[in-house]
């Protein structure tokens, strides 16, 4: 086990922990509404985590892309090639999350190759040259360490008796700091986090573009030993995955505008969005707009309601 702060918040585990019981027990979930959430993810995970590298191509544009394979004009090629590589790669790993065998070498570079495809020439392949990475502090590894560290990597991670999201988190921050590849390291990065999360039951998570400063931020930190924002970070965004996952079915889960439970409420708007800003609400933002649920509300009026 790495020597290493990698806890959770109690609170937030604890409601993370109560929403995947909650989910569990309501398996198989309905397939109609599994799949059109998946294809939102899959969109979502696709848009941020290429805008997080650069892409400029939008949300909608995305979606036209990945969904209808129309050309945007004005983009590159490259974009393109990205983001349908993505949401490729994204696709492969419903397929690699139900083999319980530990991620290995073999399911990380075929990741790689699927995601980078067209747009890298050594696709799927570990670097055989040193490489700088811009704005990071810590150079990466000389390219002929990085079979053994990836083989160290991994090892600790199949040993590792950590909740799922710690050792996901830790697997995430492992592989960037590697560098294993060229080329595609934080998108490979966010996939393999994510099959890990997915193999033992957990749903897949978007960190969006808009996060991308804390992100690379709690990386920075990572690098320097302390690893406990970057896990309280993405479990976080497990927490959030969950809740939308639960809100399927409807009823007291389902998701609607802070706006509207306002007035089912003696709280205001404007006091129930800054609650959600500062994690004591359970709600989800889409865009601008914070959502929160009938059954959120009830626990938040029970724990801190006066």
Known sequence: MPDTD???????????????????????????????LREEIRLAHTYHSDAIEGNTL???????????GITIGGKTLKEHLEATGNANAFDKLEDLSKN????????????????????????????TQNVRVV????RPPDFSKVPKMMNELLKSIAE??????????????????????????????????????????????????????????????ADDGNLNPFVNFIAKGVDESLTLFLAIF???????????????????????????????LDAVKFGKVWHSSKKAMEEYRREHGR
């Open 6 to 36: 990698i806890s959770i918040n109690e609170r937030l585990l604890a409601r993370i922990e109560g929403k995947k019981r909650a989910l569990d027990d309501r398996r198989p979930l309905p397939q109609d509404a599994l799949n059109r």
């Open 58 to 68: 939008t949300l909608q544009e995305t979606r036209l892309v990945i969904e209808e």
């Open 100 to 127: 319980r065998d530990p991620i290995d070498h073999v399911m990380i570079q075929e990741i790689h190759e699927i995601a980078t495809l067209g747009w890298l020439t050594d696709a799927g392949r570990y670097r």
């Open 135 to 138: 704005g990071r502090k810590k």
């Open 160 to 221: 590792m008796d950590e909740n799922p999201i710690a050792v996901a988190t830790f697997l995430h921050h492992g592989f960037v700091d590697v560098h294993p590849f060229s080329d595609g390291n934080g998108r490979v990065g966010r996939l393999i986090m994510n099959l890990h999360l997915m193999k033992h039951g957990y749903p897949p998570i978007v960190l969006k573009k808009e996060d991308g400063r804390r992100y690379y931020d709690h990386l920075a930190k």
């Open 250 to 280: 409807g009823g007291k889960n389902e998701l609607v505008p802070l706006t509207e439970l306002a007035v089912l409420t003696k709280y205001s708007q404007e006091y129930l969005s800054l609650r959600a800003r500062q994690g004591v």
